[in-house]
């Protein structure tokens, strides 16, 4: 079993800036692709970033540039930060990660207005 514990979601002004964090622990070892995904009020749930083993990514084309995955496996945590964010970017954020099973969190809330 994993658990994904999201974090750093929060009110931010277009323009600005967010780093989202995702506390993985429990059998970790599961896990071979990790992603962040996101979902929108009456929208489905998107792919927002993948990161595959050997530590290739893949990005919507909507945060190319604008937005940066990472993990740090050391502290066992992902990372996306946020920059550049526009009003279309306002959604909740999960952590996702694919094994075996798949893993979500529980998500955090990114909301972007003036």
């Known amino acids: 079993q994993v658990q994904l514990v999201e974090s750093g979601g929060a009110l931010v002004q277009p323009g600005g800036s967010l780093t989202l964090s995702c506390a993985m622990s429990?059998?970790?070892?599961?896990?071979?692709?990790m992603g962040w995904y996101r979902e929108a009020p009456g929208k489905e749930r998107e792919m927002v970033a993948m990161i595959y083993p050997g530590d290739s990514i893949d990005y919507k084309d909507s945060v190319k540039d604008r937005f940066t995955a990472s993990r740090d496996n050391a502290k066992n945590t992902m990372y996306l930060q946020m920059n550049n964010l526009r009003s279309e970017d306002t959604a909740v954020y999960y952590c996702?990660?694919?094994?075996?099973?798949?893993?979500w969190g529980q998500g955090t809330q990114v909301t972007v207005e003036s």
């Open positions: 996702n990660g694919n094994g075996l099973t798949g893993y």
């Open positions: 429990g059998n970790i070892a599961d896990i071979v692709v």
